[in-house]
Nanobody, 126 residues
Framework: EVQLQAYGGGLVQAGGSLRLSCAAS????????IGWFRQVPGKESEGISY????????YYADSVKGRFTVSSDNAKNTAYLQMNSLKPEDTAVYYC???????????????????WGQGTQVTVSS
């Protein structure tokens, strides 16, 4: 059974940091890419980052570039999203997802991901 579990969200003041984790099981982790998405009620899901576990390629949306860092530990089947200099506009439910595609440009869209974890709420107060 494939499972993805995102955790580590919480309430933080603007300028603070959080690290999200995405624990995976049930598939060959190092052959997949892990994407991070976030969603605010009433808005479309935003793909903010991904990491390809096979070659280490990463991507960041402009909205988080320079503040967020994605990483992955294949030995632990866990991906991470280190979020620094958080802003109130980063408030959202954050999701991790797994994709077997090797076409990096496709990893920016939710439809490329076959497995999704439950979301974790991140709230940044001003």
């Amino acid at each position: 059974e494939v499972q993805l579990q995102a955790y580590g969200g919480g309430l933080v003041q603007a300028g603070g940091s959080l690290r999200l984790s995405c624990a995976a099981s049930g598939f060959t982790f190092d052959r997949y890419a892990i994407g991070w998405f976030r969603q605010v009620p009433g808005k479309e899901s935003e793909g903010i980052s991904y990491i390809s576990n096979s070659d280490g390629s990463t991507y960041y949306a402009d909205s988080v570039k320079g503040r967020f860092t994605v990483s992955s530990d294949n030995a632990k089947n866990t991906a991470y999203l280190q979020m620094n200099s958080l802003k109130p506009e980063d408030t959202a439910v954050y999701y991790c997802a797994a994709s077997s595609t090797i076409i990096l440009s496709q990893l920016r869209v939710p439809s490329s991901y076959g497995y999704w974890g439950q979301g974790t709420q991140v709230t940044v107060s001003s």
